[in-house]
């Protein structure tokens, strides 16, 4: 039900827009996250918006690089990752949460896409 694409291969301060496109079933009234994840680390919230997109948390570690946004019109989300480093280097995924408003728990959400590879090459 949802379908991450958009990751690949790049270099040290370039920059990649990852997309999260829902089918059977609308997620406008759910708030969306993104996480990801590395080899034997747990998976982590990269960030999250709310379901008017109003309200959006992003890590620490991603501030001022990452831009989260969605388009309820099109039943999609969005990443833009700008000025990347090889610490970004993971699976991403997107996720969509039972409830309206942000959420940083992995818990809080049950909708999961089958993730996408980011690589950030030095």
């Known amino acids: 039900q949802l379908q991450a694409f958009g990751g690949g291969l790049v270099q040290a301060g370039g920059s990649l827009k990852l997309s999260c496109a829902a089918s059977g079933r609308n997620f406008s009234s759910n708030a969306m996250g993104w996480f990801r994840q590395t080899p034997g680390k747990e998976r982590d919230i990269v960030a999250a918006i709310s379901w008017t997109g109003r309200t959006i948390y992003y890590a620490d570690s991603v501030k001022g690089r990452f831009t989260i946004s969605r388009d309820n019109a099109k039943n999609t989300v969005y990443l833009q990752m700008i000025s990347l480093k090889p610490k970004d280097t993971a699976v991403y995924y997107c996720?969509?949460?039972?409830?309206?408003?942000?959420?940083?728990?992995?818990?809080?959400?049950?909708?999961w896409g089958q993730g996408t590879l980011v690589t950030v090459s030095s």
């Open positions: 996720a969509a949460a039972l409830g309206n408003y942000v959420d940083i728990a992995l818990n809080a959400y049950n909708y």
